[in-house]
C-alpha cells in the first residue's frame, strides 16, 4: 500500500502502524484528544502520539465520521482494538460503510494462547449476534468478571509471550476483587475490558458465520500467526457465496482447526501431554498425512488419465499441474511437491524390469522421507499412545495408496491398461496384508482406491 493511500486508524494512541509523521494519509480516531493521551500514556514513548482527529467515545464508529467520508478510504486499520469493541458486529459494519468497494480491513488480534487471555474461554458467533440484538455499549458484568478472575501473566508481570514460552501462567487478581468487578459493570461510563477472545481460526469462523447469517459482508483474504502475543488479518468486502454444502465443508474444517489450534496451546505446559517430545510426534502424523494425500492425488490423475489406449500423458501432466497448485502455502507444502514430482517422473519414465513390472528405484528420496515412520514408536516414548498408534496406521494407509498406484502403473501397457492384472495385483496384496495388527487398515484403502481405479460404485 502507497502512502497516497487514504487510511482510518483505529486506537493507536502511543504506538500508530500508519504514522502521519511518516508521510501516511491517514486519520486518526481514538477514544480521547491527543492532550489526554499524553496525560494517560505518561510512561510510554509518548512523542509517537500524534494529533487526534476524530475522538470516538461510544455508539457506532461509523456515526462518529462525517458522512461525506463515507466510503473513502483504501485501508481501515486497527490494532489491538477489536478485542475491546463492545459490540463486534457494528463495529465492522462500521469498517464496511467507511471503505471503498476495494478496501480492505486490516487488524492486530490479540491471540489468547500468547497473552493474559491464556485461560479464558473463547468468544463465538452467537456471543457476536448477542451484543449486535442488545446494541451493547458497555461491557456486561459477565465479561468484566471473566476479565478479571482469568486474566493470567507469566513471571515477572508478562501480559504477552511466545508460543514457546513453557513458563506457569498464573491468575494475577485476588479473588477479594470480586466487588471491584461486579462495580465496574454498574459504572455509567465506559469501563475497559477484552471482551472478544480469539485463536486463528476462531475469529475465522465467526466472520465466515457473521456473513453466511447477514450480519457482515466481509470475507478473511488472509490472516498470519505471529510468534508472539497477536494474529494478523486482512478482510475485504464481499462474502463468499457457498452453497449449505460448502459453508457445511468451511465451517467444519474452522472447528477442527480451533480445536488444533487450542491444543496446541497446551504444548506450554511443561509436563503437559502435547510438550516438545508429544510436539514432534504430531508433526510426524502430520507429514505422513501430507505423504498420503500427495500420493492419492497421484493416483487419482492416473485414474482420471486412464482411457482405452492406457495413459493419456499429457492430460496426467495437466492434472498433477493442478494439484500442485492446490497445494497448501505452508511449511509442510514441500512434501506435497516433492511427492507429486518424483511419483510423475517414475510414471512418465517407467523403468521396465521383467514381466513389464515397474523397477523400485532404492535411492527414492519419498521413501526416504518415510524412513522416520518406520522406527518403532513407543507409546511410553510420547505418552500420547492414540496419537503413536495414528501415527502407525497413517504409514499403512500411505502404503496402501502407493501399493494401488504401483499397481496402476505396472499394469500400462504402450496403448492399452491391462486391468485384469491390475486385480491380481491388488488380490494378491491384499492376501499377504495380515487382518490383524497396524497393517490391517491396508485392507479399507486397497478397497476403496481400487474401486475408484475400475469405476466400481460404492455398495
Avoid at 481514538?30 to 493521551?37: G, I, T, V, W, Y
Wanted: with cysteine; net charge neutral; hydrophobic share 45%.
Amino acid at each position: 500500500m502507497s502512502k497516497d493511500a487514504r487510511i482510518i486508524e483505529i486506537g493507536p494512541s502511543f504506538n500508530p502502524l500508519a504514522p502521519k509523521r511518516d508521510g501516511w494519509n491517514t486519520i486518526v480516531v481514538d477514544h480521547a484528544s491527543r492532550e489526554e493521551l499524553l496525560q494517560k500514556y505518561h510512561d510510554q514513548t509518548i512523542d509517537w502520539i500524534e494529533a487526534v482527529d476524530i475522538v470516538w467515545t461510544g455508539g457506532s464508529l461509523a456515526d462518529a465520521v462525517p458522512p461525506e467520508q463515507h466510503g473513502t478510504f483504501d485501508a481501515f486499520i486497527a490494532s489491538h482494538v477489536i478485542e475491546h469493541t463492545t459490540d463486534i458486529v457494528t463495529f465492522l459494519r462500521a469498517a464496511e460503510t467507511l471503505l471503498k468497494p476495494d478496501g480492505v480491513v486490516i487488524l492486530a488480534v490479540p491471540d489468547k494462547r500468547k497473552c493474559f487471555d491464556f485461560y479464558r474461554p473463547l468468544s463465538g458467533t452467537a456471543d457476536a449476534i448477542t451484543a449486535f440484538l442488545e446494541r451493547r455499549d458497555r461491557h456486561t458484568l459477565r465479561t468484566h468478571i471473566d476479565y478479571a478472575l482469568n486474566m493470567a501473566l507469566k513471571p515477572g508481570g508478562a501480559g504477552a509471550w511466545a508460543a514457546t514460552d513453557v513458563q506457569p501462567a498464573e491468575p494475577v487478581n485476588p479473588l477479594t476483587d470480586a466487588p471491584q468487578w461486579h462495580a465496574a459493570a454498574q459504572r455509567p461510563d465506559y469501563t475497559d475490558a477484552h471482551a472478544w477472545v480469539f485463536v486463528p481460526s476462531s475469529f475465522s469462523l465467526m466472520i465466515l458465520e457473521l456473513s453466511l447469517l447477514g450480519y457482515l459482508d466481509l470475507r478473511v483474504e488472509e490472516l498470519q500467526e505471529r510468534h508472539a502475543t497477536e494474529f494478523f488479518v486482512w478482510l475485504r468486502k464481499g462474502a463468499a457465496r457457498l452453497s449449505a454444502d460448502e459453508s457445511r465443508r468451511e465451517r467444519t474444517a474452522l472447528m477442527q482447526r480451533v480445536i488444533v489450534e487450542l491444543a496446541d496451546q497446551a504444548r506450554q505446559l511443561p509436563d503437559g501431554p502435547l510438550s516438545e517430545s508429544a510436539a514432534l510426534l504430531r508433526d510426524w502424523l502430520l507429514k505422513a498425512e501430507y505423504r498420503t494425500q500427495a500420493l492419492q492425488r497421484v493416483l487419482s490423475a492416473v485414474q482420471a488419465s486412464l482411457g482405452r489406449f492406457g495413459l493419456n500423458r499429457r492430460r496426467f501432466r495437466q492434472l498433477i499441474a493442478l494439484a500442485g497448485q492446490d497445494v497448501p502455502a505452508n511449511a509442510l507444502a514441500p512434501i506435497q511437491h516433492h511427492i507429486l514430482l518424483n511419483e510423475t517422473t517414475k510414471i512418465l519414465n517407467r523403468r521396465k524390469g521383467p514381466d513389464d513390472v515397474t523397477a523400485a528405484a532404492e535411492d527414492d528420496p519419498a521413501l526416504a522421507e518415510n524412513a522416520v515412520l518406520i522406527v518403532p514408536l513407543g507409546a511410553a516414548q510420547f505418552r500420547d499412545p492414540l496419537l503413536a498408534a495414528e501415527l502407525l496406521r497413517e504409514r499403512q494407509r500411505s502404503l496402501a495408496v502407493r501399493v494401488v498406484l504401483e499397481a496402476v502403473v505396472n499394469s500400462l501397457r504402450a496403448r492399452s491398461w491391462d486391468k485384469d492384472r491390475f486385480k491380481a495385483m491388488i488380490a494378491k496384496a491384499a492376501r499377504e496384508t495380515p487382518t490383524v495388527g497396524p497393517e490391517a487398515v491396508r485392507h479399507a484403502v486397497l478397497a476403496e482406491e481400487s474401486r475408484k481405479v475400475l469405476g466400481v460404485p460404492r455398495a
